[in-house]
């Protein structure tokens, strides 16, 4: 997708996702000041210049690169945001978390998948950050909350597996971003949007790892997968228990459906994670899991074709699309 667009910019991203900083990316980053994470800016600085178009019929497309960016943002998780102010903050925000840019027509259109338990100061925290983020990234987008209930364990790679199945009913989604509840981006340029050919990792550089992957194959925190690129591996295993372990079956799949994991790189896909101690699952030291699935022999049955569960509401909150759910025989918390 991002190779149809001919920018100077799209061109050094594309290099930066490809490999590693050549002379032309670092001449284009100087100039924009883009990696300098000394100095960070307010993530709603400027978005208030996305006002209504007179005349939505004649809107035109949106600029390849925003005219808004910034670069690094500043992330503070000291105050917790009422949900009143972020929503008074982000008014051109539909009911169902749903936002198409006032002033232009979207070039892209990404659902934001969370898994989702209990962790409403993570959530709020995520939900002032993530929403004027993708607005300066002049996205069409919804933010869709997968909802477990019960206090089973949780299982976060199939609440995704429902998250794309109900998401696909709402719309022609040209991406598909799972992303953790606990992790805010720190830079603007990393775009909300899907390589063309394969699943994107991009929570490359984390704060809580020094900015550096924990391992090579790690596919945590944020992903960015086309329904096509998820349907093709058959999207995620139904049969992990608690948190990490699934990441790794993921990391297998996708070579098994003979794709390769892009990532964004650690410049650019920064980001700071949470650090309340809400959740059990989220306090469980992260460390790589062992391998007890069998994952070449599993990957066909498991995922989207034996994906059952229970739709207990879809609702639309002013911020994001809650989509409660009943996943089924869950072993006991241990
Ligand atoms: C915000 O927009 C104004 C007017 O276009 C511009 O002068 C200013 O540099 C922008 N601020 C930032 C931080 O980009
Ligand atoms: C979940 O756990 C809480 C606290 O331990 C308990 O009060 C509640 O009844 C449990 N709910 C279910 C559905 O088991
Ligand atoms: C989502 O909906 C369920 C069922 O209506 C409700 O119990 C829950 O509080 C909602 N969660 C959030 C975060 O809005």
Request: proline share 7%.
């Amino acid at each position: 997708m991002l190779g149809a667009v001919v920018s100077p910019e799209a061109i050094f991203i594309l290099i930066l996702y490809r490999g590693g900083p050549s002379n032309v990316f670092r001449a284009v980053l100087d100039s924009h000041q883009v990696l300098d994470y000394s100095k960070t800016h307010d993530v709603y600085t400027n978005l208030s210049l996305f006002t209504q178009a007179p005349n939505e019929e004649t809107m035109p497309y949106c600029s390849a690169q925003s005219p808004i960016f910034v670069g690094p943002l500043t992330i503070t998780f000291r105050v917790l945001p009422s949900e009143r102010m972020i929503i008074k903050k982000n008014p051109f925000v539909q009911s169902g978390g749903r936002y198409r840019p006032p002033h232009c027509l979207a070039r892209y259109k990404s659902a934001i998948l969370v898994a989702y338990r209990n962790q409403e100061k993570y959530l709020h925290h995520l939900l002032y950050y993530i929403h004027p983020f993708l607005q300066r990234q002049q996205l069409s987008y919804s933010i869709y909350l997968i909802q477990q209930v019960g206090n089973g364990t949780f299982n976060r790679a199939k609440l995704l597996n429902v998250g794309v199945r109900e998401a696909l009913k709402d719309e022609d989604w040209d991406c598909l971003l799972l992303h953790d509840v606990d992790l805010v981006p720190e830079n603007d340029y990393n775009l909300y949007v899907c390589d063309e050919y394969y699943p994107k990792h991009m929570a490359s550089a984390m704060d809580k790892f020094q900015y550096i992957l924990p391992y090579k194959s790690f596919f945590g925190g944020v992903s960015a997968l086309t329904p096509e690129h998820y349907m093709k591996m058959n999207g995620f295993p139904n049969t992990y228990w608690g948190s990490g372990g699934e990441n790794d079956d993921i990391a297998a799949r996708i070579r098994l459906a003979g794709m390769e994991i892009v990532r964004t790189s650690p410049h650019l896909g920064r980001y700071k994670v949470m650090d309340y101690n809400e959740e059990a699952e989220t306090r469980e030291p992260w460390r790589r899991p062992t391998t007890r699935h069998n994952t070449r022999k599993t990957w066909k049955d498991d995922g989207m074709n034996s994906l059952e569960f229970k739709l207990l509401s879809k609702t639309r909150h002013p911020l994001y699309t809650n989509i409660t759910v009943d996943i089924g025989y869950v072993p006991p918390f241990s």
